[in-house]
């Protein structure tokens, strides 16, 4: 049976060593650091190079990269967008030197007070930066997988999504469940997991009731999990899953792997 690699995402307010050490004797595969302010900066991150790989090493496990959501990447301001690709192209430096294989990225979705996002120029912009890191990545050895976030179809939502991954030339997809499922509901997960499939490389899991991003466990609000798992069983997905619970107790993030091991039949 195929079976995918599960992780969890280290604390946003701890070091990467605290947030791996806090996470530490559950059963995860990997962990999926923060590549960010304020603790995860590149900076930072060097400073703790040598004891991070130890880390990783003697626990067995990978790490994954997660570099800031809010990055303005499709900014109209020249030197904003330009800034932020170098920012991620020093996150893929880092993420080489400390063996991270997968960097998730963000679209860059701003909203005007409106509604109105600007969105054929924004998708230009997009396409024009992701197209910069994704080579970069490739360059450097680090997969780049763009993760959809919860947007209204309006503004940014599934269509824009598929526009950017069909026009950036080898771009992996990272599917946030949570996100997906955030006003449309299952259907809409559905339609994420369908339409990029065979893009895949990545998959973020946490619950929610529909209407906000609350990361909270699995079992605990409104996503059917057990489709999902039921979908990915079928199409073999044999990637890596992180379980993004933005609970203060750890143990939420262990629970969650359990119920979604138990869907999958394994233990
Ligand atoms: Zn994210
Ligand atoms: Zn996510």
Avoid at 78 to 97: H, L, P, T
Avoid at 137 to 145: C, L, M, N, Q, S
């Amino acid at each position: 049976m195929s079976l995918p690699k599960f992780g969890a995402s280290t604390d946003l307010f701890k070091t990467a060593l605290e947030g791996m050490k806090e996470l530490q004797g559950y059963g995860f595969d990997f962990f999926e650091i923060l590549v960010q302010e304020p603790f995860g900066t590149p900076g930072k991150l060097m400073k703790e190079q040598k004891e991070i790989i130890e880390f990783v090493k003697e626990n067995n496990l990978f790490l994954l990269g997660h570099p800031p959501h809010w990055g303005e990447i499709a900014s109209m301001h020249e030197g904003i967008r330009k800034a932020w690709v170098n920012e991620y192209k020093e996150s893929i430096e880092i993420s080489q030197k400390l063996g991270i294989k997968k960097l998730v990225v963000h679209p860059h979705t701003k909203k005007y007070p409106k509604g109105e996002s600007f969105e054929e120029e924004m998708r230009e912009n997009n396409i024009q930066s992701l197209t910069e890191i994704n080579d970069y990545g490739k360059d450097h050895g680090v997969t780049i997988v763009l993760e959809n976030v919860p947007r209204k179809e309006s503004v940014f939502g599934f269509g824009d999504f598929k526009h950017l991954a069909d026009n950036v030339d080898g771009l992996k997809v990272l599917i946030d469940i949570g996100h997906a499922h955030i006003y449309y509901g299952m259907d809409n997960v559905f339609k994420y997991l369908k339409a990029f499939m065979p893009k895949i490389d990545h998959l973020h899991f946490h619950d929610n009731y529909g209407e906000e991003d609350d990361h909270l466990p699995i079992g605990a609000c409104s996503i059917d999990y057990k489709s999902v798992v039921e979908f990915l069983k079928k199409k073999k997905y044999d990637k890596t899953i992180t379980f993004e619970i933005f609970t203060k107790d750890k143990d939420y993030a262990s629970i969650s792997m359990q119920k979604i091991k138990g869907m999958w039949g394994v233990k």
